[in-house]
């Protein structure tokens, strides 16, 4: 499981198949981060729960 930005060229070149092209298979995406102090961090985890419901996005919609 990659972004399109990392397997991309891979595909492209033979070096990775895709098995199921016509399938996909939803996650649920979990946030973590270290205990640290950063505001940035802070103000990104904020919006990452904000945007995506407790219950997964899989399940909305």
Known sequence: MLP??????????????????RHAVRV??????WNLDSPLLTA????LRAGFP???IAKAG
């Open 28 to 33: 649920e995406l979990s946030w973590h981060c």
């Open 4 to 21: 399109e930005a990392q397997h991309r060229d891979f595909l492209q070149d033979g070096r990775l198949v895709d098995l199921a092209p």
């Open 54 to 56: 407790a219950e997964g």
């Open 44 to 47: 990104l985890g904020e919006a």
